[in-house]
């Protein structure tokens, strides 16, 4: 398989079964230098499956790919992988600063200059005072910091991140927000693993969606996405009437707001009007795109239609 | 390699249960040391011969080295069982082995490691007991770096032992399986010996079959003898010659492990840390 120049995760119809369950069937994807990339999708989708293939924590059953140039799974392109696992837990016996020595180690780092790269790590974590405490009395959201400093160790050029806010509270969500967009801008590939789709739609530059095991949606924010739509919040109004707006653009109604997607905006006014002419009383017009998390359940939804059609 | 090994190295060393092992054996050595000095005092005193005294001695040394070897092997299982086992159920394994290392690196890494602190406490602790018993009683035994050297291996191939099952089942299991197996080696052997005195008075009998499959599949009985051999004044082994119940009394042994029986110890220990490495390659993290 031959990868294009600046593609640091290029994977082709990748699989996994244990067993009777397929956990992953026919990933295809793509993940650039330079670009945090969310994978989202609800739980047991196969986003952490996808993960461990990449690494060759676990072995696919089908597919091939490259990450960082190598074979999926070469254990060279891993000296250049930061990988923050979901569920994990460092060596309780362990102080902060030993477990990244530790990491330094694995990757073959050169003992000079470790100690300004463990300081800056600790601090862009949030850990800075902490590098002496044993990682058995860290909080959860400790360990998680720290597991985000592991991750960073050696400035790798694809940092892994596997639900990285978990523990987290919001300030400790933004602090990572904040990591994520400096690795990024040092030309790191971020690939980020979440469902929470906040943190997928503030920090990421490409998605994809993945939903039992295959991508059903994958691009930049306004690709998925897709059209605009206009909210606007009606009182009186029926359903038939809802559906004579037709020519405006598709409208959908939920009871309380009416949305109107691919509406020109100079058309609003009209709109308006005719809802005004039905006797519907209108509070609030607002125009914009659909959100992240109408549009991954609406894919969601409907891709799981598919499947059982 | 070597930074697994040293970083379990570490592990053991700030893990509380390590040092009370070591405090428990300092006085369990000062205990006996204790024991016997009043023993040799009180004999003496009654006018007991000396080279009574001495085997004597011996043979409660090599009741102490059987009790401790039971102690080291299962010190061997309760460190090899969760080495592997437990990093792969914490997650740990997971951060580890996504670092550019070889799985077999990680599990030799695990094994050095355990195997440089058993052999440390094995040796250590038994070392400390021969001198003291010296000490108080005048009895050196004809070899100490032979008792020594086959009861760290003892110690060793119960480790491999527990690592192997560590790669597939949980820490309790792992050691659990590990000691009845050492406990079935021993038998195995005890078995063989009540079958030498029944081969001596009826040749058509032959148990030996048992010992030898049993020091087959954990060779830990055989090196077991190699430590009885080591502590046995000369003189016992020279008196026993040519008499075939000597070999059976299963705290006597008439000759030290057989060359062949020391290399297959050897090829033991690799093969089945070469199935460690098999199993662990292959299994899901």
């Given at each position: 398989?031959?990868t294009?120049?600046?593609l640091?995760i ?7 079964r ?15 230098a ?9 739980n047991?989708a ?5 993960v ?7 072995r ?5 790919g ?11 392109a891993?000296?250049?992988?930061g ?9 309780p ?6 477990v990244?020595d530790?990491h330094?180690d694995?990757?073959?780092?050169p003992r000079?200059g ?13 850990l800075?005072?902490r ?12 360990q998680q ?5 592991v991750?960073l160790?050696?400035?790798p050029a694809?940092v ?7 523990a987290?509270?919001p300030i ?14 040092r ?7 979440s ?5 997928v ?9 993945v939903d039992?095991?295959v991508?059903i949606a994958e691009?930049?924010l ?5 059209a605009?739509e206009?909210?606007?919040?009606v ?12 020519r405006?653009g ?5 009871g309380?707001?009416l949305?109107?997607?691919d509406?020109p ?7 308006v009007?005719?809802?005004?002419g039905?006797?519907v009383?209108v509070?609030e017009v607002?125009s914009?795109r659909?959100?992240?998390e109408?549009?991954f359940?609406e ?7 598919d499947t059982?059609a | 390699?070597?930074t697994?090994?040293?970083l379990?190295i570490?592990?053991?060393?700030r893990?509380?249960i390590?040092?009370v ?9 000062a ?11 009180l004999?003496?005193?009654?006018g007991?011969a ?7 001695v ?9 009790q401790f ?10 460190l090899g069982a969760p080495?592997?086992a437990?990093?792969?159920?914490s ?11 070889r799985?077999s690196?990680?599990?030799?890494g695990?094994?050095l490691?355990l ?7 094995g040796?250590?602790?038994?070392l400390l007991?021969i001198?003291?018993?010296?000490r ?8 100490i770096?032979?008792?020594l ?9 119960v480790l ?24 079935l080696s021993w038998?195995?052997?005890a078995?063989?010996?009540?079958g ?8 058509d009998?032959?148990l030996?079959i ?7 599949i954990?060779?830990t009985d ?10 046995e004044?000369g003189?016992v ?8 119940l000597?070999?059976?009394?299963p ?11 020391l290399v297959?110890?050897?090829?033991w220990?690799?093969l089945?840390?070469t199935?460690?490495a098999?199993?662990l390659?292959?299994?899901?993290l």
């Amino acid at each position: 398989m031959i990868t294009e120049p600046g593609l640091v995760i290029d994977v082709a119809d990748l699989r996994k079964r244990y067993g009777r369950v397929q956990a992953l069937s026919g990933l295809t994807m793509t993940v650039r230098a330079g670009e945090i990339f969310g994978f989202l999708g609800p739980n047991g989708a196969g986003k952490t499956t996808a993960v461990k293939l990449l690494l060759g924590l676990s072995r696919r059953t089908g597919g091939q790919g490259t990450v960082l140039g190598r074979p999926i799974g070469d254990r060279e392109a891993r000296r250049r992988i930061g990988y923050l696992p979901e569920l994990f837990r460092f060596q309780p016996w362990l102080r902060a600063r030993e477990v990244l020595d530790l990491h330094a180690d694995l990757i073959g780092m050169p003992r000079s200059g470790r100690k300004p790269a463990f300081d800056a790590v600790l601090e862009l974590v949030g850990l800075a005072e902490r590098g002496g405490t044993a990682v058995g009395g860290f909080s959860k959201g400790m360990q998680q910091r720290l597991g985000i400093g592991v991750a960073l160790v050696g400035d790798p050029a694809l940092v892994i991140l596997d639900e990285p806010t978990s523990a987290l509270d919001p300030i400790g969500r933004m602090d990572v927000r904040g990591i994520l967009r400096s690795a990024r801008d040092r030309g790191a590939a971020v690939l980020l693993n979440s469902h929470l789709l906040t943190e997928v739609e503030q920090v990421c530059d490409r998605l994809a969606i993945v939903d039992r095991g295959v991508v059903i949606a994958e691009g930049s924010l306004g690709d998925v996405l897709g059209a605009r739509e206009t909210r606007i919040r009606v009182e009186g109004l029926e359903p038939p009437g809802a559906a004579r707006l037709a020519r405006f653009g598709t409208p959908r109604f939920d009871g309380r707001d009416l949305f109107i997607r691919d509406l020109p905006e100079a058309q609003v006014p009209e709109v308006v009007a005719e809802l005004v002419g039905m006797g519907v009383r209108v509070h609030e017009v607002a125009s914009g795109r659909e959100s992240l998390e109408a549009r991954f359940l609406e894919l969601v939804r409907g891709h799981r239609g598919d499947t059982a059609a | 390699m070597i930074t697994i090994a040293r970083l379990t190295i570490g592990e053991a060393a700030r893990r509380r249960i390590l040092w009370v092992l070591v405090a428990l054996a300092v006085l369990a050595v000062a205990l006996t040391g204790w024991g016997i000095d009043r023993l040799v005092s009180l004999a003496r005193t009654s006018g007991t011969a000396e080279l009574t005294i001495q085997l004597g001695v011996s043979q409660i040394l090599i009741f102490i080295a059987f009790q401790f070897s039971f102690v080291l092997a299962m010190t061997a299982a309760f460190l090899g069982a969760p080495a592997i086992a437990n990093d792969i159920e914490s997650g740990i394994a997971l951060a580890l082995l996504a670092r550019p290392i070889r799985r077999s690196s990680y599990l030799l890494g695990r094994w050095l490691g355990l195997a440089v602190v058993l052999v440390a406490y094995g040796a250590g602790s038994a070392l400390l007991a021969i001198l003291v018993v010296s000490r108080v009683s005048g009895y050196t035994p004809p070899s100490i770096v032979g008792p020594l050297a086959y009861l760290a291996t003892e110690g060793l191939v119960v480790l491999s032992l527990s690592l192997l099952l560590s790669t597939r089942l949980p820490p309790i299991g792992a050691g659990a399986i590990s000691v009845v197996i050492y406990g079935l080696s021993w038998a195995a052997g005890a078995i063989e010996r009540v079958g030498i005195a029944i081969t001596a008075r009826n040749p058509d009998v032959n148990l030996e079959i048992v010992g030898q499959v049993g020091r087959a599949i954990l060779p830990t009985d055989g090196l077991w003898r190699g430590v009885i051999y080591g502590l046995e004044p000369g003189v016992v082994v020279a008196a026993a010659a040519g008499n075939p119940l000597a070999e059976a009394n299963p705290f006597f042994a008439t000759a030290p492990p057989t060359l062949g029986f020391l290399v297959w110890t050897g090829v033991w220990m690799i093969l089945v840390m070469t199935l460690a490495a098999i199993s662990l390659r292959r299994r899901e993290l």
